[in-house]
């Protein structure tokens, strides 16, 4: 129902309504790193892209793109936003298998408010190491790309994973190995396991909400949700 997505939408739209009509285009672009757009990193990478534009309808544009991907350094930092209160981790931990990046890293969450750990961890077996010295009840995400961009865990299948913990796999889709190690312990160590739908669907409706000037919350979220599983 095209009215539950865009207020003023005909319940059944037509695909005119949504589509631009025909034009023509030229232009020019300049970038790097854009396809770090498209994946998940534990540091933070910046991109970016500039180019002229002319169109047939709307005359002449610019365009300028500027940004940094590192889904694991803007989950630390929410974490540590003083809105949470004392509601905070005692420690987060950061690993990498990149010196630069891991580097990066620091200087980008030096002044946390919370306790912050880096490691540099080439082999899955430094991060299994991390991981299993973690208390009961600890968080584990997977930020890497590892299971979606290309096969693989930052862990080996021997790591034990926290009692009664939650392993948070950031993919969406992919391999999941990751998601895969975990799901195999769940029962003996009482894990909460989670993908990266929920985390993929809010991020790319919550774009869509600033560009529309829409609010896609609650009934409106679920039926995107539904939308993008069908």
Partial sequence: NAAGLLPGAPASAPAAFFMPQSFRMWGINAGFGTDIREQRSRALRPFADVGRTASSTSGSGYNWLLGAGGSALAFAAYLAEAKHGDNVPARIHMTNRSAPRLGEAVNILKDSRVPMSFHLCPHARLNDAIVEALPAGSIVVNATGLGKDRPGSPLTDSCRFPVNGIAWEFNYRGTLEFMHQAEAQKKERNLLIEDGWT???????????????????GDRLALCDKLARS
Avoid: L, N, R
């Fill in 199 to 217: 985390y993929f669907i809010h991020g790319w409706t919550q774009v869509i909400a600033d560009v529309f000037h829409v609010d896609i919350s």
